[in-house]
């Protein structure tokens, strides 16, 4: 079980051999703004849940469309155009998410009525780059209540090189 606090630095030791055939999602749609990005995700979010490549299935519920293009989200991410590149294409991008490892939680967060927050990391083409995204999905303790996408960041590691 990994620390909670080291999602982001676990991608640096992420390899494009992990996915596989090294497949990328092939992105759908575009987005450099929070507007058309938010177009995008309430579009997405019909189709909701989605499967990820190692299995975890997760729900984008309209509630969650806001935090995910916020700017407290965003900030998170190595490029804004990036963030909202990514949410436009979640559904995709989720697709090819896998989880290879476990995090404990954050005693530091609420974490009232959850079984785990599970950390999925997808390939993304962008800026000449393959670069990773990491999603944050909740998991509850009830097990009638679906896991939620909860975050995403976009995090500036090639998977090229």
Known sequence: MEHWDSSR???????????PSKTLAIPLRHASDRRSAMECLKEISKDSPFTSLSGLPT?????????????AA????????????AAANIDKLYSHAIE???????????????KARRYLYAPMEYGG?????????????DS?????LYSIEAIGVDLRT
């Open 129 to 141: 780059k393959i670069a990773v995204v990491k999603i944050t999905v909740k998991e509850y303790e």
């Open 144 to 148: 009638d209540l679906e896991n939620k």
């Open 59 to 71: 729900r984008l519920s309209r509630r969650s469309l806001g935090k995910l293009v916020s700017r």
């Open 100 to 114: 290879p490892w476990q995090f404990e939680m954050n005693p530091n967060k609420d974490n009232t009525g959850l």
């Open 74 to 85: 965003i900030v998170n991410s190595y490029c804004e155009e990036a963030h909202y590149f």
């Open 9 to 19: 630095e676990k991608a640096q030791e992420l390899s494009l051999d992990l996915w």
